[in-house]
Each structure stands twice: as structure tokens, then as C-alpha cells.
């Protein structure tokens, strides 16, 4: 079971919206034969993480486009956070990147290199992608986390997990890190499930992270600690996060509005609200004010 999840899990760490997002995974990459290493792609070692949108257009098969032209520079190290109707685009704007799908016109780039030019194995091994549901099988504490790298050393695994603030967890439970979390991780909460996977992505240490943040409430503790780990996961990386969080776009290096087939607005929150477009009118909708 765990060598066939492993490779599709070569980039995402966690599945969308439960077991009707898992399907919906394996079907996309079903539906991926179109996505194959070009005859000379090039095997990346190590991404800086400057990407690119360069008059890209994207629609999936068959429906009106969803991305139309779309120019979209963000830094190396840089935190964007994207918000917008749902529907607009977000998340098929961050398949681009790990080509879940290729571009119809256009080209993403990352480093100035087409993403396309590069074989899929180390282009996906340099983007990290924490989404909403986890993905935890019955095994213990340990086996879970090391699944983000495999054959990582105890002091690695206690280092991920203090940074992703599981440890007081750890050490609370009868076996330590060898304690079985049960299937699926039924004794796990949820957000003690979400920073298991956090710390999974400390272990893989991509240079380039698409976080999709919940949009269920979780209570305040268990939100502050994991915003914490996600705020020191994201230091040093260049991380797209769909944004759901007032905390996050407020704290985002700049936020980016996705909307009618391409980048609405663009900017920090204070100035979006000035212009008071489309990023004031979803804030005033999404968050009361
Ligand atoms: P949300 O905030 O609701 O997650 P989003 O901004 O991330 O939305 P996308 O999920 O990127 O938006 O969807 C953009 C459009 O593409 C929508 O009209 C959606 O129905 C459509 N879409 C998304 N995924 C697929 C797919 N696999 N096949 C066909 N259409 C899709």
C-alpha cells in the first residue's frame, strides 16, 4: 500500500477534502498522461524559488478558461497569500506549478527555468504542498513524520517535530514517538493531525511551499500553534498560501487577488483596502468589517 502512496505523495503531503479529494486525486493522475518528462528535461538539485507566470492561459477540458493571460512574478523567499471568490482560480493557479496540469499558452518558470524543462521527479521534489486533510496511516508517531523523508535519523524527526510544536504532544503519550496513532490517525485531533504534517514537511525541506489553509475553525490554541509552525515553515521558502485567515494575508509579504480569469488586485492589505476593490469587498464579506 505505502509504495504506490509514496510516490504520489513525492509532492503532496496531504489530500483534498477527505477520501472524495483522494479520489479525486488518483483520477487526476489518471487523467495526467499529457504531463511527461520532455526528451531532455533536467534534473534540478536545488531550486532558489523565484516563480513566474508569464501571460499564462489555462481551462480545463471542454470549460471556459480559467486563467487568461496571467503575469504573476513572486520572489524567492517571498510569502503570497491568494485570495479571491471560490472558483476564481486559486488552486488551479498552484497546480501549475508541480504541473498537475501544463499551461495552454505561456510558460511558468521557476529560476528562469520553464518548469516543463525539468523532469517531473525534481521539479516535484522541490515544492511542498500541506493541504486542508491529512494523510496519516496506522503506524506510529515516528513513522509518520519520517514519511516526509525516509531513513531520517531520530534527531531529525525531534527537531521536525519541535519545530511543527509537537513535542509537549509526544511526550505526553504513553510510548512516545512510538506510539501507534491509530488507523488514519483516529487519536490524533485535528490539529495535532495537521502539524504531524507540518513536520513532515520539515523533514523534505522544499524550497518552494503551496499551502492550503483550512477553512474549518479550529479553537484558539490549537490555531495559534499551528500558525506558528506554518510561519516558521514558511521562513526561507518561497510559499503561496490559499488564504483563508485575516492572520495570514495580514502577515503575507503581499496578498494576491485571483478573480475573472486572472490577478485581480495585488498588494499589502492596507493599500487593498484603500482601493477599495475587490480585496476590500471580499475582506468586508469573509471577515465581517
Ligand atoms: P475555492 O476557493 O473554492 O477552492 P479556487 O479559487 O481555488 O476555488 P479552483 O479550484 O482553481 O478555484 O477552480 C477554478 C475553476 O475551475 C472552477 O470553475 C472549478 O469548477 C474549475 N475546476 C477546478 N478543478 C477542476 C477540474 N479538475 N476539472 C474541471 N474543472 C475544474
Not at 482560480?89 to 504541473?99: Q, V, Y
Not at 525539468?118 to 496511516?137: A, N, Y
Not at 488514519?184 to 513532515?200: F, N, P
Amino acid at each position: 500500500f505505502l509504495g504506490p502512496i509514496q510516490q504520489i505523495n513525492s509532492v503532496i503531503e496531504t489530500y483534498p477534502k477527505g477520501i472524495a479529494g483522494f479520489k479525486r486525486y488518483l483520477e487526476l493522475l489518471e487523467t495526467e498522461p499529457d504531463v511527461n518528462d520532455a526528451p531532455n528535461a533536467r534534473h534540478v538539485k536545488h531550486l532558489n524559488g523565484e516563480i513566474r507566470f508569464n501571460d499564462v492561459t489555462f481551462g480545463y477540458e471542454g470549460k471556459d478558461k480559467v486563467l487568461q493571460g496571467v503575469n504573476l512574478t513572486i520572489r524567492a523567499g517571498e510569502t503570497a497569500a491568494l485570495v479571491g471568490p471560490s472558483g476564481a482560480g486559486k488552486s488551479t493557479l498552484c497546480s501549475l506549478l508541480p504541473r498537475f496540469y501544463d499551461v495552454e499558452g505561456g510558460a511558468v518558470t521557476i529560476d528562469g527555468m520553464d518548469v516543463r524543462s525539468m523532469t517531473l521527479e525534481s521539479l516535484r521534489s522541490q515544492i511542498g504542498i500541506v493541504q486542508q486533510d491529512v494523510f496519516l496511516f496506522d503506524g506510529t508517531i515516528r513513522e509518520n513524520i519520517a514519511y516526509g523523508k525516509l531513513g531520517a535519523s531520530d534527531e531529525e524527526i525531534w527537531t521536525a517535530a519541535r519545530r511543527a510544536q509537537l513535542v509537549d504532544l509526544i511526550k505526553s503519550l504513553p510510548d512516545g514517538l512510538d506510539t501507534f496513532i491509530g488507523e488514519r490517525g483516529v487519536k490524533l485531533s485535528g490539529g495535532q493531525k495537521q502539524r504531524l504534517s507540518i513536520s513532515r514537511m520539515f523533514l523534505k525541506n522544499p524550497p518552494i511551499l503551496i499551502l492550503d489553509e483550512a477553512t474549518s475553525a479550529l479553537d484558539t490554541e490549537t490555531e495559534a500553534a499551528i500558525q506558528l509552525a506554518l510561519s516558521e515553515l514558511s521562513q526561507g521558502r518561497t510559499t503561496l498560501v490559499i488564504a483563508h485567515r485575516l492572520a495570514t494575508v495580514k502577515n503575507a509579504d503581499r496578498i494576491i487577488v485571483v478573480a475573472e480569469q486572472g490577478i485581480a488586485e495585488q498588494g499589502k492589505h492596507e493599500e487593498l483596502i484603500a482601493q477599495e476593490g475587490v480585496y476590500s469587498r471580499l475582506h468586508r464579506a469573509q471577515f465581517g468589517m
